[in-house]
């Protein structure tokens, strides 16, 4: 649950009834919007012109970086695994990140983002 100033009471009303003994206990985080639609959609087009240039598929390129700049190392029952984050759970910020990641590694690359692509950077 979202708490704001418009529904602080219901919220204070649900954590003085929630039953701690049988559901255990809660834990708040500070709130951090999700990626924005614009974010998305630069993405998305960023993906598909580096993909032109490189001769790789949008999905392919998007499955890669994902491993790449959002992957982690874990041990699992005694075996190394990775588990990859989707990028629809980063917020603005972590998603701004990984999109200058991208588009570093693609100029590393020898690639030249259009004109007004580069505006964005």
């Not at 039953?19 to 990626?35: A, Q």
């Not at 993909?51 to 959002?70: A, I």
């Not at 990641?101 to 692509?117: M, N």
Request: proline content about 0%; some cysteine; aromatic content about 12%.
């Amino acid at each position: 649950m979202r708490i704001t100033k418009h529904n602080k009471e219901m919220a204070i009303a649900k954590i003085s009834g929630h039953d701690f003994e049988v559901n255990g206990d809660l834990e708040l985080d500070k709130f951090k919007s999700k990626r924005s639609n614009s974010q998305n959609d630069l993405y998305w087009a960023m993906l598909k012109e580096i993909g032109n240039y490189c001769g790789y598929s949008s999905e392919e390129l998007h499955d890669m970086f994902r491993f790449k700049y959002l992957s982690e190392k874990k041990t699992v029952a005694g075996s190394e695994i990775y588990a990859i984050k989707s990028t629809t759970s980063l917020n603005v910020d972590d998603f701004k990140k990984y999109i200058t990641d991208i588009q570093r590694f693609a100029i590393e690359l020898g690639f030249h983002f259009d004109q007004s692509r580069e505006a964005t950077l």
